[in-house]
């Protein structure tokens, strides 16, 4: 977990209002993961960056959801009319990604501590 | 459709004791990894494995890839208190650079 810094920690909305998670990746790394877990569940991928650049977003709800990644400034997850199902912790992950695989690379992803969402 | 199962679910069990945890899929995976994760905290990697028939010992930890990498397990002998979690195995396929999850399994272990 060193490194990644998530933030906020916890984060309270209505329904309806936006969320919006940020994650800074380790030092170094230029590639950041955002992956979902429910209550006593595994964690689900959403999506993949890479600097201004999304390279996979197959995890994504099709609506409401939205990642970037920027040249300057963390990652962020922005969560539009959120509604209780949103409720969840949200993880993100970074790694000094070649495009090569992560086994081939010997490299893997580190994980922050996660911000959990809370939509009352 | 989960791609990777993991059994047993939740698993209570007295110190001292071992156990097992098993990551099982139909598909083929080009590493596997298992974390372990704290209530309120994020995942933390315990191992990777690359090759189909690999094991790892991490002290009281042995962790094993299949030989045609779709499965793996985590073995732990005598439990100890502090191994209570969540165990959590991840695989990444076709060096795709992105990680599946398994389902879980929560282990508690009493005093």
């Known amino acids: 977990n060193a490194g990644v810094m998530q933030n906020p920690r916890h984060l309270v909305r209505r329904r309806g209002q936006e969320a919006r998670l940020r994650c800074s990746p380790m030092?170094?790394?230029?590639?950041v993961y955002w992956y979902r877990q429910l209550p006593e569940e595994g964690l689900k991928f959403m999506v993949y960056?890479?600097?201004?650049?999304?390279?996979?977003e197959s995890g994504m709800p099709k609506e409401r959801f939205s990642a970037e990644f920027p040249k300057e400034g963390p990652s962020i997850l922005r969560i539009q009319q959120v509604v209780r199902g949103d409720s969840a912790a949200y993880f993100c992950?970074?790694?000094?990604?070649?495009?090569?695989?992560?086994?081939?690379?010997?490299?893997?992803?580190?994980f922050g501590e996660g911000s959990w969402l809370t939509v009352v | 459709t989960q791609l990777l199962e993991q059994s047993p679910q939740f698993l209570s069990i007295q110190e001292g004791e071992n156990l097992t945890v098993y990551c099982n899929s139909s598909?083929?995976?080009?590493?596997l990894q298992w974390y372990r994760q704290e209530p309120g905290e994020g995942p933390v990697l315990l191992v990777t494995?690359?090759?189909?028939?690999e094991v790892k010992k991490l002290k009281r930890l042995t962790f094993q890839f299949g030989d045609a990498r779709k499965d793996s397990s985590l073995h732990i002998t005598a439990a100890q208190t502090g191994d209570t979690g969540l165990y959590l195995c991840?695989?990444?396929?076709?060096?795709?650079?992105?990680?599946?999850f398994g389902t879980g399994t929560r282990l508690q272990v009493f005093p």
């Open positions: 992950a970074s790694s000094p990604m070649l495009g090569t695989g992560l086994s081939l690379s010997g490299n893997t992803i580190y």
């Open positions: 030092k170094g790394h230029s590639h």
């Open positions: 960056l890479q600097k201004e650049n999304i390279i996979d």
């Open positions: 598909s083929v995976f080009s590493s």
């Open positions: 494995v690359v090759t189909g028939g």
């Open positions: 991840a695989g990444e396929r076709y060096n795709t650079d992105k990680l599946i």
